[in-house]
């Protein structure tokens, strides 16, 4: 079985950074995209942000120039930088692997997320 596990969430006040840590662990062969959506309470889960195997990225419009998504493939590791935080960054953050290749078959996970909350 596959398990995403995130960490590095918090209370943090408007303005400042955290970083967040996402790591896969199970018999995984590779992984496709890795990537980090959000959902705030009362709204839908968003996108924040993805990474290619290959290294190419793609992030929500609401956090382009601010946020920054990097991975480890050896080590099935996702991390998101989050600078310049605002209150509306406030939501619960779920890292999601895509296309993880168990050797049979191809599987996408989410993990149980973790909670950012900025205060102004």
């Known amino acids: 079985q596959v398990q995403l596990v995130e960490s590095g969430g918090g209370l943090v006040q408007a303005g400042g950074s955290l970083r967040l840590s996402c790591v896969a662990s199970?018999?995984?062969?590779?992984?496709?995209?890795m990537g980090w959506y959000r959902q705030a309470p009362g709204k839908p889960r968003e996108l924040v942000g993805y990474?290619?195997?290959?290294?190419?990225?793609k992030y929500g419009d609401s956090v382009k120039g601010r946020f920054t998504i990097s991975r480890d493939n050896a080590k099935f590791k996702v991390f998101l930088q989050m600078n310049n935080l605002e209150r509306d960054d406030t939501a619960v953050y779920f890292c999601?692997?895509?296309?993880?290749?168990?050797?049979?078959?191809?599987?996408?996970?989410w993990g149980q997320g973790t909670q950012v909350t900025v205060s102004s």
């Open positions: 199970g018999k995984i062969v590779s992984i496709g995209d």
């Open positions: 990474v290619t195997s290959g290294g190419l990225t």
């Open positions: 999601n692997a895509e296309n993880v290749y168990l050797g049979t078959y191809y599987y996408d996970y």
